[in-house]
């Protein structure tokens, strides 16, 4: 298992240089895909930079840019490589630097390794079942990723704050809803003054794990390769992935691949 955290935490590197190369461009392409969200270059170019680096490791591999697997085939994967290729590409048009390298992989129809590169701030997040989650800092390409347990011991093992002040609640930029803000009035109710963060991409789910969160509501939609590697490092640094009931599991390989309404909890 260690091996493949290990070709995770590479080809997410390389793809964050390949991002980066687009990124300090002036000027870069945008289509929009059949669903209204946009693609530049960037994720194609992420995306061949993952799958060749995963491939060495035989395993199955779901990507958002790759080609449509139908559920007949997948469902009897028992475990599969899940990546989004560059998460919160809105995030990378408008130039604010929270997006994201997103790389799972799922057994059965759980994360149980999760890489997130955020190749702008060149931090990496990563975790792994037997292992823990981790947060490695000022980390990229061209550092030395031959040993991971070298990288273990240059990284902060999650969660690295125990205790907020004030009960802290992250959510996204770009879907605030009518459902998020009645639940946010719910937890005021039960925790008085509350802090809300707003962030792009998958690093809402880093901030629980880091512990700067306490929760992370999401009630609008999401597909599965946007959750899963962030869901595994979340699970990694102790924390709670549930559906909106706070009680059923969120699980991944369905033949929909939209996920349902989810809470991440400390």
Request: glycine share 6%; net charge negative; hydrophobic share 40%.
């Amino acid at each position: 298992m260690h091996s493949n955290l290990l070709n995770a935490i590479k080809a997410a590197l390389n793809a964050g240089r390949e991002i980066l190369e687009i990124y300090n461009q002036n000027d870069f392409e945008i289509k929009i895909k059949s669903d209204n969200s946009p693609l530049t270059i960037a994720d194609k170019k992420a995306h061949k930079v993952i799958t060749e680096g995963l491939f060495k490791t035989n395993i199955k591999l779901l990507s958002e840019e790759g080609k449509n697997i139908l559920f007949e085939e997948r469902y009897e994967w028992e475990q599969y490589w899940l990546v989004d290729p560059l998460d919160g590409t809105k995030e990378f048009i408008k130039r604010n630097g929270e997006f994201t390298v997103n790389i799972a992989l799922i057994k059965g129809n759980t994360p149980v390794l999760g890489v997130i590169y955020v190749p702008v701030t060149k931090d990496l997040y990563f975790s792994e079942e037997s292992l823990g989650a981790y947060k490695a800092i000022n980390i990229d390409y061209e550092t030395d990723t031959s040993d991971l347990n070298k990288i273990v011991n240059s990284s902060f093992k999650l969660p690295f704050i125990e205790e907020n002040e004030i009960f802290t609640v992250v959510g996204s930029r770009s879907h605030m809803n009518e459902d998020t803000e009645n639940f946010i009035v719910k937890l005021k109710k039960e925790h008085g003054e509350i802090d809300f963060i707003s962030k792009g991409s998958s690093l809402k789910i880093c901030m629980v794990a880091e512990g700067i969160a306490n929760i992370y509501p999401r009630f609008a939609p999401t597909m599965e390769w946007d959750t899963a590697a962030g869901h595994a490092i979340a699970l990694g640094a102790g924390c709670t992935v549930t559906q909106s009931d706070e009680s059923s599991p969120v699980i991944y390989n369905k033949e929909d691949l939209l996920n349902p309404w989810f809470i991440v909890k400390r």
